[in-house]
Structure formats: C-alpha cells, structure tokens
C-alpha cells in the first residue's frame, strides 16, 4: 500500500518525502501559538491567550496526520530500519501528542490562567524544537 502511494506520487513526479511538507502545520502552529501566549503575559491580551489556544489546537488536529506520514516516510525511505534517533524520535512524538491533549484541555478552561498554561507550551514547543533537530539528523546526517 505504501508502496503504490509513492509509486503513484512519482508518477504525477514527486519523489521527495511526505512527512516535511506536513510537519510544518503541527510545527508552525506550536511556534505560533508560543509566541501568542508570550504576547498575552507580556502584554496582558486575554485575546493573545485564545490565539495560542486556537493555535495549539490546530497543531493537535494536525499531528496525528503528520505521525502518520512519518511513519509512511520510514516504511519506504529507511525501509523501517530501527535506530537509536528514530526510537528517540517516536518517543518525542508521543510525549508531544500527550501534551497536546493536556494543553487543549487546559486551554479550554478560561480559569487557569495563561501564565499556567504557557508553561505546557513551553513543553511543547520544546519537544517540537527536538523533533525537528532529530528530522534533520536523519534527512541530512
């Protein structure tokens, strides 16, 4: 299966990854949404904090997607081979997914107040920071 959908990619000729194109959707918004909080301590906007929240939960919808292609990517470029970077890699990927999930559940609660809620985002834009790193001690070395 796997197979086909790459065969068929390079057919229309795309033969690059599938996981870096969307990797920047859950990556942007964590970013996003770690800035935006940022804003709302500095500046006190309640405004900022909804932005973060929205952001972080776009990162959520989309990291699922992402873990997937990943996935596909490792199937067929590394032909699944295990090594200590991706076993380090699923392990970020997890830990990210779960804080994701406590971060928009946090989020949603208008009671904890932002300064709470950005220590999550710090997690998660430090998990993400880790993940990108490991990204690109695979593709390039």
């Given amino acids: 299966?796997?197979?086909?959908?790459?065969?068929?990619?390079?057919?229309f000729g795309y033969s690059h990854p599938l996981h870096p194109a969307m990797t920047h959707i859950p990556m942007g918004m964590i970013i996003g949404g770690f800035l935006f909080a940022v804003g709302s301590v500095v500046m006190k906007k309640d405004d900022?904090?909804?932005?973060a929240h929205y952001c972080y939960t776009l990162a959520l919808i989309f990291v699922?997607?992402?873990?997937?292609?990943?996935?596909?990517?490792w199937q067929y470029r590394l032909e699944a081979e295990w090594n200590r970077l991706i076993l380090t890699k699923i392990i970020l990927a997890l830990m990210l997914t779960a804080m994701l999930v406590t971060s928009f559940f946090y989020g949603k609660n208008v009671k904890v107040a932002i300064k709470q809620k950005l220590i999550l985002y710090v997690i998660c834009f430090t998990i993400a920071m880790g993940l990108g790193f490991i990204g690109g001690e695979l593709q390039y070395g």
Avoid: S, V
């Avoid at 900022?48 to 932005?51: G, Q, Y």
């Avoid at 699922?64 to 990517?73: F, N």
């Fill in 48 to 51: 900022l904090a909804k932005a």
């Fill in 64 to 73: 699922l997607p992402t873990m997937m292609l990943g996935y596909m990517d």
């Fill in 1 to 11: 299966m796997i197979e086909f959908i790459y065969q068929t990619l390079a057919k």
